[in-house]
């Protein structure tokens, strides 16, 4: 349905910020939710946050506060900025779309991924 590239991924100290984008292709998806997940070596897929068509967001607990997604359809991108960034927020981040309006926080609401981008937070 769609191509989802991720990029911005990297190493930083715990406290500081990383901004991850998505670079969709292959469709419109302007009416389309979109998301982020992330996971560790040897854990499960995890939720992050997710942003609806119209711009509305709702984040995981464990990142609310210090991550904030956006999106721009005029240039098919997604963001996501990571501040106060801690070592468990380390992992592989995920960009991912959905085929319906609005999307929640399980795996199966998203229909295509992009293949990750790396995040290592230091102590």
């Known amino acids: 349905q769609v191509q989802l590239v991720e990029s911005g991924g990297g190493q930083v100290q715990a406290g500081g910020s990383l901004r991850l984008s998505c670079a969709a292709s292959?469709?419109?998806?302007?009416?389309?939710?979109m998301g982020w997940f992330r996971q560790a070596p040897g854990k499960d897929r995890e939720f992050v946050g997710t942003?609806?068509?119209?711009?509305?967001?709702f984040y995981a607990v464990s990142v609310r506060g210090r991550f904030t997604i956006s999106r721009d359809d005029a240039k098919n991108m997604m963001y996501l900025q990571m501040n106060s960034l801690k070592p468990e927020d380390t992992a592989v981040y995920y960009c991912?779309?959905?085929?319906?309006?609005?999307?929640?926080?399980?795996?199966?609401?998203?229909?295509?991924w992009g293949q990750g981008t790396q995040v290592t937070v230091s102590s």
């Open positions: 991912a779309v959905a085929q319906r309006p609005v999307a929640g926080s399980w795996s199966h609401e998203y229909s295509d």
């Open positions: 292959g469709r419109t998806f302007s009416s389309d939710a």
């Open positions: 942003i609806s068509w119209s711009g509305g967001t």
